[in-house]
């Protein structure tokens, strides 16, 4: 799933099963797969058909199919019904597939690897944030238009072609995984591991940023002067937190203004399960949370929920 430009939600779904391959994959341990078996996920993905759906609240709405290829993507959508598939994993090969609304495919596009966000914001740029094995892989691509201190994020044109982002501040931190992200009207924004800055980034202009306190991040949402941000470590993995943007960007520090409790599932350990891993996961994987612009999304249990920003700075008696 993904949130498109308009606020409704983007759907991918396939006509193979990938999370049984996924599964089988995790249990190697005790089930050991050949390396040429058809049941890994690659072999399955090659078979598969993928559907897209746009679902407005109401409606769900029929898009194209196309081809399934990779078993691992991430999707986006632009504001004129163009749909953006793009495999996680790239090494030196194109892993991003531009489709028109009736699925005729566009363009192939290198945008990156060990992709972990991906998204469109509305002036049609791509914004990519990666986890930390980007570090290494996409740095000789990346040298002459990104400062290695941003290197977990990047920005290209709707052709593929890659724009100036950065260079990030040193006194943010080392920036090694892109834990949160949202696109907005005029760039992305995100929240990267070790130190969990807020950053501002735009093509070709300098980056805002302000220090944040709150570790674990994984979900943004602004309108600019505030953010609603999701996420923490063990129980913390639940909280929504609402904090205020002082000053210009320069190396401030966020304040925090509320906080409050997603409505996520416990988790109930597999079997074997070490206990240091239960500790760690405390809550079940939503199906999505995410940010665009100023509106939080939730899905959880087949339950759309959406949180806005003015709605909790009015709510607590702020302007």
């Known amino acids: 799933?993904?949130?498109?430009?308009?606020?409704?939600?983007?759907?991918?779904?396939?006509?193979?099963?990938?999370?049984g391959a996924w599964a089988r994959v995790r249990r190697q341990v005790t089930e050991p797969l050949a390396a040429d078996s058809p049941e890994r996920p690659q072999p399955v993905a090659a078979h598969g058909t993928a559907r897209l759906w746009r679902f407005d609240g109401l409606t769900l709405h029929d898009g194209p199919?196309?081809?399934?290829?990779?078993?691992?993507?991430?999707?986006?959508?632009?504001?004129?019904?163009?749909?953006?598939i793009s495999d996680t994993i790239a090494g030196t090969e194109t892993n991003g597939r531009l489709f028109a609304p009736d699925g005729m495919l566009l363009a192939r596009l290198h945008l990156g690897d060990a992709i972990e966000y991906l998204g469109v914001d509305l002036a049609d740029r791509v914004w990519v944030g990666w986890f930390d094995e980007g570090l290494s892989s996409n740095w000789d691509r990346l040298a002459e238009n990104i400062d290695q201190t941003a290197v977990v994020?990047?920005?290209?044109?709707?052709?593929?072609e890659m724009l100036p982002v950065g260079p990030v501040p040193d006194a943010a931190g080392f920036l090694a995984d892109v834990c949160a992200m949202t696109v907005t009207e005029d760039g992305a924004w995100v929240c990267p591991y070790t130190e969990f800055p807020l950053l501002h980034l735009r093509a070709g202009q300098p980056v805002r940023w302000w220090r944040n306190k709150l570790l674990g991040i994984n979900a943004i949402a602004t309108d600019g002067r505030h953010a609603l941000l999701t996420g923490g470590y063990r129980d913390d993995a639940a909280r929504i937190a609402l904090?205020?943007?002082?000053?210009?960007?320069?190396?401030?520090?966020?304040?925090?203004?509320?906080?409050?409790?997603?409505p996520l599932v416990k988790r109930v350990p597999p079997e074997h399960e070490l206990p240091s891993v239960a500790e760690h996961l405390v809550w079940d994987s939503p199906a999505l949370v995410a940010g665009r612009g100023d509106m939080l999304h939730l899905v959880q249990d087949d339950i759309w929920y959406s949180w806005r920003i003015g709605d909790a700075v009015e709510a607590l008696g702020r302007t």
Request: hydrophobic share 50%; net charge negative; charged share 20%.
């Open 1 to 19: 799933m993904t949130v498109l430009p308009d606020g409704s939600l983007g759907l991918l779904g396939t006509n193979v099963d990938l999370a």
């Open 65 to 84: 199919m196309v081809p399934l290829e990779r078993p691992s993507l991430e999707l986006a959508g632009f504001q004129a019904g163009r749909w953006l």
């Open 153 to 160: 994020a990047a920005c290209f044109a709707a052709d593929g």
């Open 243 to 262: 904090v205020e943007l002082g000053g210009d960007g320069q190396g401030e520090e966020v304040l925090m203004l509320a906080s409050w409790r997603l």
